[in-house]
């Protein structure tokens, strides 16, 4: 399987430029008087305010999760806070650290996710509802692939599975197994299940089929099994890895074959709504799925309402 990092330095890019759109506030760094501005504020909130530095940990900037947490701020009123943009690997590096030490700590998560076995986490209520209900993740294709690689587009319109099953190989990754063995290690004892999506497909002949990548640990997973799956077909698959906006318009364009990562109707809905005339929509992949602020189950705060001075 081969990789191909030509749009990373374009989602650095991005990600960069989002970066400073999303820290407008002047505050990062305030580290008292957190609320000169709020009457409303109690001793208890503005600690919990200051114990987090004003700083909501996130991933990339083109991740829906960052949108939304983005608007979370606003819609609750969180002027001072920031939202730090890094990566899935950099925020559960961060994690790690602050649950080592016992301290706080306010996260973009979701689920599938591996941090939920590792460590005792629990969701912030939210209840505005900013962050959406339940989401379906769905697999989406360019058009015409339904025509060019009839095989593997029957294999990704039959592909589905559940949160325990992607949370298998997620966990394996997260333990030290190499992405594509761990893939390879569920494919061979899934049997039944990957039969369900493969049965009566014809095999091919090493045609090359292009399956978009974003560095998310649950697409990581996902993506390294379908890449196993449609290989043992008979497909040469490419994992092209990009930046989470640019997944959808490399579908879009024809760059991509196919991805196994749009997470709808709410965390991509910017994105299909922008790209959904050109993308094959083959229905979700995996049922109940979510996003939101999470922290260690330690901290004393409930609701994102909580984070208010
Ligand atoms: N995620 C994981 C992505 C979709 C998959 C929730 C970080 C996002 O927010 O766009």
């Known amino acids: 399987m081969k990789k191909n990092w030509k749009h990373i330095s374009l989602a650095i890019g991005v990600a960069f430029s989002l970066t400073l759109a999303a820290c407008g506030s002047e505050n990062g760094d305030t580290t008292d008087e957190p609320a000169e501005n709020g009457q409303d504020s109690t001793e208890e909130t503005a600690a919990v305010g200051e114990a987090l530095n004003y700083t909501i940990t996130g991933i990339d900037a083109g991740a829906g999760v960052m949108a939304a947490a983005q608007s979370a701020l606003e819609e609750y009123e969180l002027d001072e806070y920031e939202l730090q943009a890094s990566s899935d690997a950099a925020m559960t ?151 989470g906006g640019y997944m959808w318009a490399a579908i879009a364009n024809g760059e991509a074959d196919a991805m196994v990562a749009a997470w709808l109707p709410a965390t991509h809905g910017a994105y299909f709504e922008d790209y959904q005339d050109d993308v094959i929509d083959l229905g979700a992949n995996l049922e109940g799925a979510k996003i939101g602020l999470v922290v260690p189950a330690y901290m004393d705060i409930d609701s994102i309402e909580d984070l208010k001075e």
């Open 93 to 243: 590096s961060a994690l790690n650290e602050a649950i080592n030490n016992e301290e706080a700590i306010v996260v973009t998560g979701w689920n599938p996710h591996w941090k939920f076995s590792k460590y005792d986490l629990k969701y912030l209520d939210d209840p505005h509802g900013v962050f959406g209900d339940a989401e379906n993740i769905h697999t989406m294709t360019r058009l015409g692939l339904e025509e060019d690689m009839p095989e593997a587009y029957q294999v990704l319109d039959n592909f589905y599975w559940t949160e325990d099953d992607m949370g298998e190989i997620m966990v394996a990754i997260n333990e030290g197994q190499d992405a594509e063995e761990a893939a390879a290690e569920w494919v061979e004892n899934n049997q039944d299940k990957v039969a369900e999506w493969t049965d009566g497909v014809d095999s091919v002949d090493g045609e090359t089929i292009v399956l978009a990548l974003v560095a998310w640990d649950s697409e990581i997973a996902s993506t390294n099994m379908i890449a196993n799956v449609l290989e043992s077909i008979g497909y040469n698959v490419e994992i092209s890895p990009m930046e």
